[in-house]
């Protein structure tokens, strides 16, 4: 079996970069064990505006143009629906706060994002003396769908071996040999798993345990997510996310009663109603000590590729990097400094 590329990860990157081979009608095996769980759990928000500073987030604009028609593709091609569009409530806790709100909505970089509007609380069951300001052009992914989804997507094409990639069985000659599959190159999208990949697990990706609550209360009526200490992401049947927790020591992918502990006292200066704890998840950020992805080319086997690090925002940085990779590889296109392995070598 020949094919152009070889892809090993299906989390966002995986999938983004398997949507941008099929866009240039480019043939490609997919390795993925099914193990890659910080895709799964993840919220899935995607949110342009840094909201602890009010300013916006990394290639916000660029970003966000290019991530909402490809989510789009991919509902209409699956034949489901993953892209809830849905305002960011950020609960303003002084009047200072609401002045300041008011003064970056006017500022070209955050004018496409930032309601200028203040909107005043009308839920008797959230803590929210000093209305909110509204982020626009923000929503959620269902990550988890979308990757069960695309699996079998791939499993129907007859593109994806449900196995783990075993990098001693691959041979580095001009043109790779994997068992029976040759290709022209390989991309790793292994998300923290990269740091048992011997050809990249140099690269500075430290990872960050984050973990999730789902609740359920049927007197919170939340039809926006909202932010304050956490996160609370409406998911449907009045059932909600709260997260999320960011622990940079812990790389044990299992919950613990701290983090619970601590999403559940930030919950609880929010709102004021009864809910009930459904479940807690946890997995590990493939996230990059500089908060930039990890993209490029092996120093020395130069049919090598890695396509990493997209940390908490790898709902809209995905559909882009993995272009980006594309152009490098098929066009000679630089990549930017600021997300080129190179930065650290």
């Known amino acids: ?82 892209d809830y569009k849905t305002p960011v409530f950020r609960i303003f806790n002084s009047v200072e706060e609401q002045n300041r709100w008011f003064e970056v909505s006017d500022k070209p970089v955050l004018k496409h994002f930032i309601s200028p509007k203040v909107h005043a609380n009308q839920n008797k069951h959230i803590k929210a003396e000093f209305g909110f300001g509204e982020v626009l052009q923000s929503g959620r992914i269902d990550t988890k769908l979308l990757v069960d ?82 996160f609370i992401i409406p998911i449907g049947a009045d059932s909600y996310k709260v997260g999320a927790t960011y622990n940079w020591a812990d790389k044990d992918t299992s919950p613990t009663i701290v983090a619970r502990e601590d999403l559940l006292s930030k919950l609880n200066k929010i709102i004021n109603c009864n809910y009930e704890v459904i479940s807690q998840e946890a997995g590990v950020r493939p996230t990059v000590i500089d908060r930039k992805p990890l993209l490029g080319q092996h120093s020395e086997f130069k049919n090598l590729f890695v396509l990493n690090g997209l940390g908490t925002h790898g709902v809209m940085i995905g559909p882009t990097v993995a272009e980006n990779l594309f152009d490098l590889i098929e066009n000679g296109k630089t990549l930017s400094e600021e997300i080129d392995i190179t930065r650290f070598i």
């Open 1 to 82: 079996m020949t094919v152009d590329y070889i892809i090993v990860g299906l989390g966002l990157a995986g999938i983004a970069f398997c949507e941008t081979l099929l866009e240039n009608k480019k043939t490609f095996v997919v390795f993925d064990s099914g193990n890659n769980i910080s895709s799964t759990v993840a919220a899935g928000l995607y949110n342009p505006v840094i909201l602890k500073r009010f300013t916006p987030a990394w290639n916000a604009l660029e970003q966000i143009q290019k991530a909402l028609p490809f989510y789009e593709k991919l509902e209409n091609k699956l034949g489901v629906k993953i």
């Open 149 to 230: 989804v695309y699996r079998s997507y791939l499993l129907d094409n007859q593109w994806l071996r449900e196995e783990q990639f075993e990098y001693t069985t691959l041979q580095l000659t001009k043109t790779l040999q994997y068992n029976s599959i040759q290709s022209k190159y390989i991309i790793f999208c292994e998300g923290f798993g990269i740091k048992n990949n011997p050809f990249f697990n140099q690269l500075p990706l430290v990872g960050n345990k984050g973990e999730l609550l789902t609740i359920k209360s049927p007197d919170l009526k939340l039809e926006v997510i909202l932010k304050s200490g956490v």
